[in-house]
C-alpha cells in the first residue's frame, strides 16, 4: 500500500515546500485539479524538475480528446494521469493504452459513478491501473465517507489496483487500511497540519504497521 498526498490548495512554490518536507514518508504527490486550473502543466513540469525521482500524479480529470491529454501530461511530467470513469469507453482505452506507451499508469476517477460495480468492472477489462473510489468535497461536506463504495470496487476488480480518497483524516485511515487499497489518497489532514511532515510520517506508519 502506498500513500498519496493530494496537493491542491498550494501555490507551485507552496507545493514545492510541501514536497520538501513530506518527501521522506509519501510515495505519490498529486498535482491535484486546482493546480492544473490554476498553473497549468506547467507548474508540474517546474516541479517535476525539482524533483526529477519523485512520483507525480497529474490530475487531470480527462473527459475527452484523450490519448493527447494523457500524453501531454506525461510530456510536462507525470508518471500517473488521471480520467474520469464517466468518460467514453473508447476515451478510457485509448488513454490506457498512451499511458502504457509510455510506461506510465492511468488511473480512473469513479467520481459521479452511481453503479460503481458495474462500471468497475468495465473499467477492470478495459486494463485500468488503478481504479479510485473519490467522495468529492460537496458530498463530504454532506458526511458521506469513500468506504462503501471502495469495498464495492475492491469486490468486483480482477486485476486492477484500488485507490480511496475523499476527507480521509487521523481517526478514519486506520477503518480504510484495513481494507487494503493499494493507494491511499490524504490531501487536507497532512497539506493543512502546522507540522505536514510530522503528520505524513503518522500516516506511512499507519500504513506500514497494518
Not at 459521479?112 to 473510489?133: H, N, P, S
Not at 476527507?167 to 487500511?177: C, L, Q, R
Request: charged share 30%; hydrophobic share 40%; proline share 3%.
Amino acid at each position: 500500500m502506498k500513500l498519496q498526498l493530494a496537493i491542491d490548495l498550494e501555490d507551485v512554490d507552496g507545493a514545492i515546500e510541501l514536497i520538501e518536507k513530506t518527501k521522506d514518508s509519501v510515495d505519490v504527490f498529486e498535482y491535484g485539479t486546482p493546480l492544473v486550473i490554476n498553473f497549468g502543466l506547467e507548474g508540474l513540469k517546474k516541479i517535476r524538475e525539482r524533483f526529477p525521482d519523485i512520483t507525480l500524479l497529474a490530475d487531470v480529470k480527462i473527459m475527452d480528446v484523450a490519448g493527447y491529454e494523457v500524453e501531454q501530461a506525461i510530456n510536462y511530467g507525470a508518471d500517473i494521469v488521471t480520467i474520469l470513469a464517466a468518460a467514453e469507453d473508447q476515451s478510457i482505452k485509448d488513454a490506457v493504452a498512451k499511458a502504457h506507451e509510455h510506461g506510465k499508469e492511468l488511473l480512473v476517477d469513479m467520481i459521479g459513478i452511481q453503479d460503481v460495480e458495474k462500471r468497475a468492472k468495465e473499467l477492470d477489462e478495459m486494463g485500468a491501473d488503478y481504479i479510485a473510489t473519490h467522495t468529492g468535497y460537496d458530498l463530504q461536506a454532506l458526511g458521506q465517507t469513500p468506504l462503501e463504495n471502495f469495498n464495492k470496487i475492491k469486490a468486483t476488480v480482477q486485476q486492477t489496483k484500488t485507490a480511496v480518497a475523499g476527507g480521509i483524516k487521523e481517526d478514519s485511515a486506520p477503518t480504510i487500511i484495513s481494507q487494503q487499497p493499494d493507494l491511499l489518497i490524504v490531501g487536507g489532514a497532512i497539506s493543512t497540519d502546522d507540522n505536514p511532515a510530522e503528520k505524513a510520517k503518522v500516516f506511512k506508519d499507519m500504513i506500514d504497521n497494518a
